[in-house]
């Protein structure tokens, strides 16, 4: 079975106000009032952002390359609410909304599923929840994470492969990442599946969960919004989580949150990402954290075994955003990536090699 899977897509905000069809402008920030200042900081960056995008822009080479990589399945952190919503989730400080007539944009990268269990699903409240579950529905984009009650927040998206079985996503959000308490879903409140915290006893309950809804054959992703932004150091109770979760039967740990990636680990034969990055922001040309090269991304290309979802193969692929735009990135920054997670991925003994194209491919002892 062959995945593409990505950290946070975010094509809210600056990225909205270029597409066709923006929502209102206006945002609650405590120093950006206008959506569009953050296309003037790019455009001050990068140079002039052609306007309106078309709606495959912002993926760039990435097209390419999965058209290459040939995937089964596309799934992403859709950290973006997806709603024409005026009423902001109040004393929140950032607020991403992407218009849903521009739905086309994550449709023309043709992605499976979306995490939703993330910190700015809510931010249009109950309304812009609401409209963003019935956008994608209607877009034919599965979902996971967010719903009208606890239990359809805990639903996974179930996604079928041609041939090789069927993979479910499931979506679990950590205060830990930001997500407020109050967005919590419950038996009678839409939100978000939130998670009581990292203890064994939580990893049990989560295992146990998502196990209840698994066939014979399926394979299980967990896709899970955790950790503070910025930050190399994973803490000893996610590592733990992660590996009782792989204990559990768990075929992948899609761990995101950071801005930057984190280390990879192969545990027992199965494929833990603690931070995969942001992968589509706006965030170009804002100052701050230059060291963790968060205007690099990677793609990470997953081959697993689709009879015990061993890892087979990882290919990741280095990507710049630029002029709101991925573009492969340069053979100095693949090169700064793959010494990165060499030096991330030593306490895990995973490293990365270079390649001819400037792509890296993940090793580890098995391999």
């Known amino acids: 079975m062959r995945l593409f899977l990505c950290g946070d897509v975010m094509t809210g905000r600056g990225i909205d106000q270029a597409l066709s069809h923006s929502a209102n402008p206006i945002l609650y920030e405590p120093h950006v009032r206008d959506a569009r200042e953050y296309i003037a900081l790019a455009e001050e960056a990068s140079g002039p952002i052609p306007r309106p995008l078309s709606v495959d822009y912002i993926w760039g080479d990435a097209l390419c390359e999965l058209d290459r990589a040939e995937v089964d399945l596309r799934i992403a952190n859709l950290e973006t609410a997806i709603t024409s919503a005026e009423t902001p989730w109040p004393e929140k400080g950032i607020h991403y909304r992407m218009h849903p007539r521009n739905i086309g944009c994550l449709a023309s990268a043709k992605i499976s599923a979306g995490a939703l269990a993330n910190n700015h699903v809510l931010d249009w409240g109950y309304d812009g929840l609401s409209e963003t579950l019935k956008t994608l529905d209607a877009a034919g984009i599965a979902h996971a994470g967010a719903g009208n009650d606890a239990e359809d927040a805990m639903q996974p998206a179930a996604l079928d492969t ?17 997500i407020p308490e109050d967005w919590k879903a419950t038996s009678i409140s839409p939100g978000v599946n939130l998670l009581d915290g990292f203890s064994e006893t939580t990893a049990a309950r989560a295992a146990d969960q998502m196990r209840a809804y698994q066939q014979p054959g399926d394979l299980i992703i967990a896709s899970i919004h955790w950790g503070s932004n910025w ?14 979760l792989i204990e559990e039967g768990i075929a992948i740990v899609h761990g995101h949150s950071s801005h930057h990636v984190k280390a990879i680990e192969v545990f027992k034969g199965r494929l833990i990402l603690y931070g995969c990055g942001d992968f589509l922001t706006d965030y170009e040309g804002i100052s701050g954290y230059e060291m963790f090269r968060g205007d690099l991304a990677l793609m990470y290309l997953i081959e697993i075994d689709s009879h015990n979802g061993e890892l087979i193969t990882a290919r990741l ?51």
């Open 317 to 367: 692929v280095p990507m710049r955003m630029r002029q709101f735009r991925l573009e492969r990135s340069s053979a100095a920054d693949a090169e700064w990536l793959c010494k990165l997670l060499n030096k991330l991925g030593a306490q895990f003994s995973t490293g990365a090699r270079l390649e001819k194209d400037n792509s890296l491919r993940l090793e580890w002892p098995s391999s």
């Open 162 to 178: 041609a041939g090789n079985g069927r993979l479910l996503l499931f979506s679990f959000g950590s205060r830990t990442s930001g």
């Open 231 to 244: 930050g190399y150091e994973i803490p000893r109770d996610q590592i733990a989580f992660a590996h009782r």
